[in-house]
């Protein structure tokens, strides 16, 4: 059994093939979840993005962090374990 569906995968290279047949250039980065490349876009000059993300490749959920052509993916901490609206 596998619990990758093509779905995901799909997607996630089709949206890639269109920004690239664009022209748009692309930030890759290392997933955390399964160490693998995984390009997103390039947030503006000075702009930090950040949102959750499935990853495309094992389906992981991860934060994604994008800082104009930087990026990177953090998991967080099991959320059961933290106290919502503590300090940081
Ligand atoms: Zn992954």
């Not at 995901?8 to 269109?18: G, N, P």
């Not at 748009?24 to 959750?52: H, M, R, Y």
Request: charged letters at 15%; one cysteine or more; aromatic letters at 4%.
């Amino acid at each position: 059994m596998t619990t990758v569906t093509p779905s995901t995968l799909q997607r996630y290279t089709d949206t890639i093939a269109t920004l690239e047949a664009k022209g748009i250039s692309l930030v890759v980065f290392q997933s955390p979840c399964c160490n693998t490349a995984i390009k997103t876009l390039p947030a503006p000059e000075g702009a930090s993005w950040d949102s959750t993300s499935q990853c495309p490749h094992c389906e992981a959920v991860y934060m994604k962090i994008t800082t104009g052509r930087s990026a990177k993916g953090l998991i967080p901490d099991a959320p059961a374990t933290r106290t919502v609206g503590g300090s940081k």
